[in-house]
């Protein structure tokens, strides 16, 4: 597989990306919706039109800096963004602080669902390869795209942290005056985060996590360790 220009690199990523980050929040609305707050259907969330769900910010400016950077500095290929988070209304909920964990755990098993069936979609695809279809090579990197933001947004959401998904449900698993006290870190979330990532620890972070599920889905869905690597390579751009 030759070099990807910008173009076809966008063109593949997008449709992964976009399932990805709607599919998440649609996960949450609908499992809270299962638990007795229909906040999200009454909101017109329920959908998987990513146009109610998109955030001018994580769905459009970060993603676009982010193939800016790409094609100015000559990088590899990262593609990363979210969605406008789906309102969810505890209070409404049958068990509030019980529920809010399968509520909040529904999006990062929604990116799980999804991982695996990018990577089935990827694997049936490279059997088509093999009998000489050339014209399914797009379609391979897409599978392999599907696969790498589901894994990241999963693993990445699951971090204890407030406002992650990972916090949430630490949230609903501690006692209340403990719960309490971690709440009251939500405020800094954000910069947390935002510190994690630009010294390099997020990285470090995640990396472990991240690879282990990559190596899983890679053997669930039928591609070997050296095939999924090579795709990898491709679609980054190394």
Do not use: C
Not at 131 to 151: C, K, Q, R, T, Y
């Amino acid at each position: 597989m030759g070099e990807l220009d910008l173009i076809q690199r966008i063109v593949i990523w997008i449709l992964p990306v976009v399932l990805a980050i709607t599919v998440h929040e649609v996960a949450h609305g609908w499992v809270a919706k299962l638990f007795g707050d229909t906040s999200a259907q009454q909101a017109g969330r329920l959908t998987l039109n990513p146009i109610p769900h998109i955030d001018p910010v994580g769905t459009l400016l970060v993603p676009a800096m982010l193939l800016i950077s790409t094609a100015l500095l000559q990088t590899g290929m990262f593609v990363f963004g979210w969605a406008k988070p789906v309102p969810v209304s505890w209070q409404r909920l049958r068990r509030p602080k019980q529920d809010m964990a399968y509520v909040a755990a529904a999006g990062p098993a929604a990116n799980l669902v999804m991982a695996l069936l990018w990577g089935l979609f990827a694997h049936l695809m490279i059997r088509v390869l093999a009998g000489g279809s050339e014209v399914v090579v797009p379609l391979v990197l897409m599978g392999v795209a599907g696969i790498f933001i589901n894994a990241i947004l999963m693993v990445l959401n699951m971090l204890p942290l407030l406002p992650l998904d990972g916090g949430r449900v630490v949230t609903s698993l501690l006692p209340v005056n403990m719960a309490v006290k971690f709440a009251r870190m939500e405020p800094y979330g954000l910069v947390i985060l935002l510190a994690l990532l630009f010294t390099g620890m997020l990285q470090w972070i995640l990396g472990p996590p991240l690879m282990w599920v990559l190596a899983l889905l890679s053997t669930t869905t039928g591609l070997s360790g050296a095939q999924y690597l090579g795709l990898l390579q491709v679609l980054m751009g190394h």
